[in-house]
């Protein structure tokens, strides 16, 4: 679900993700699946980490096989690993960099037993666990919002400028909502107030996905998991969505040859890898989608906003194309593919010439025309 309506603002060149969870949930294990970072060094200190995933796309790898260029280029998602919450910690969460400017929160709930590494809060529960970091970004946000609320007075003590009596409205209406611990992202913010907002870096207010990371024994049967354990109705709430993945898993397949992982994932029953679940999750929770480009040179996804404009689109490749747009060439994934190539989309009617107001569509392949 889109966070704002197209416009300036609908571009998004490459999500960012923030992953976050309780200590010994596994949330750095999925980190370093999900990017191939490294472990961190025994004894180092505990800090945030930054790893770039490819999104999978077979449909890159499709193109390319239609039109031999000299690179592949997928879209990309990056995750900021944030150090272990505990209970009580939000005051640590309000000056984090590391969650600045992050698209959207990935925590990771533990729904594994294990006698050799026991859950920091006595028991496994993920719907406690999911419920225990909801507070924590409430709280969070309750002292970045008091903060600027003292400012704000005392401003309008001085000036009384129109603007900051606007903001002190909002920032009440805010300060009620988390005091009585509802998260910013269920107030139905508009746009206008979500824009306002974008330089403070609230944490409640940002799309939240919960990840469940699942023993073997229960991984086959994940969506009857999540049922049962309230997870999944947690995840009906406004711009929250729930997934499963099962990171010991995910461990043992990245170590086989990829013939073999297919052969295991079959044999589980996964429809998909988990880490792919994962990504696909977060960009329909944040509605993103990809068109692609081709060529000699290069074939390529790009990242946009569901409902994006051809002429906002075109400047996800570069500033002169979007400042340059004529038209935009668009003919359907499935339709190139059929056809075999743009000349043969050109004869049969598949390919469109469409203006600066069209609707990008997930799977559009297009050619921008432009002039600077």
Same mark, same amino acid.
């Given at each position: ?89 939000? %005051? ?31 028991? +496994? ?15 969070? !946000? ?13 401003? +309008? %003590?001085?000036? &009384? ?39 403070? @870096? ?17 991984? %086959? ?82 990242? +946009? ?37 743009? @000349? @043969? ?10 203006? &600066? ?6 799977? !559009? ?8």
């Amino acid at each position: 679900m889109p966070r704002s309506s197209p416009g300036a603002a609908a571009i998004i060149l490459a999500m960012k993700a923030g992953l976050l969870g309780l200590s010994l949930v596994g949330k750095s294990t999925l980190f370093q699946l999900l990017t191939g970072a490294p472990s961190p060094p025994p004894g180092s200190r505990p800090e945030a980490r930054l790893g770039v995933a490819r999104v999978p796309d077979p449909r890159v790898e499709t193109l390319a096989g239609i039109f031999n260029p000299k690179k592949k280029t997928w879209a990309t998602v990056e995750y900021v690993d944030v150090p272990g919450v505990t209970r009580g910690e939000s %005051q640590a969460l309000v000056d984090l960099p590391a969650l600045r400017g992050v698209d959207v929160l990935v925590h990771v709930v533990r729904a594994f037993e294990s006698e050799l590494v026991p859950h920091p809060e006595g028991s +496994i529960d993920p719907l406690r666990d999911a419920s225990v970091l909801d507070v924590e970004l409430i709280l969070a !946000d309750l002292v970045t919002v008091e903060r600027r609320l003292e400012r704000l007075e005392a401003s +309008i %003590q001085k000036a &009384k400028l129109a603007d900051d009596v606007a903001e002190r409205e909002l920032f009440l209406r805010l300060k009620q909502g988390l005091e009585t611990e509802k998260p910013l992202r269920e107030l139905g913010l508009s746009d206008e107030e979500r824009r306002r907002l974008r330089g403070y @870096a609230l944490l409640s207010e940002k799309p939240l996905l919960v990840v469940a990371n699942l023993g073997e024994d229960l991984i %086959q049967d994940a969506a009857g998991y999540l049922d049962s354990s309230g997870l999944a109705e947690f995840g009906q709430r406004p711009q929250v969505a729930v997934c499963a993945v099962s990171a010991p898993i995910e461990a043992e397949m990245a170590e086989l040859e990829p013939a073999d992982a297919d052969s295991f994932r079959e044999d589980l029953g996964l429809a998909e890898p988990g880490l792919e679940r994962v990504i696909r999750t977060s960009y329909e929770l944040l509605g993103l989608a990809s068109f692609l480009t081709v060529g000699e040179d290069e074939c390529r996804a790009w990242t +946009i906003r569901r409902g994006t404009r051809a002429q906002l689109a075109a400047g996800a490749i570069h500033s002169d194309i979007e400042r340059g747009f004529i038209r935009a060439e668009v003919v359907p994934f499935d339709d190139l593919v059929a056809a075999g190539s743009i @000349a @043969a989309c050109r004869e049969a009617g598949t390919l469109r010439l469409e203006g &600066k107001d069209y609707e990008v569509k997930d799977g !559009d392949v297009i050619n921008f025309r432009f002039a600077v």
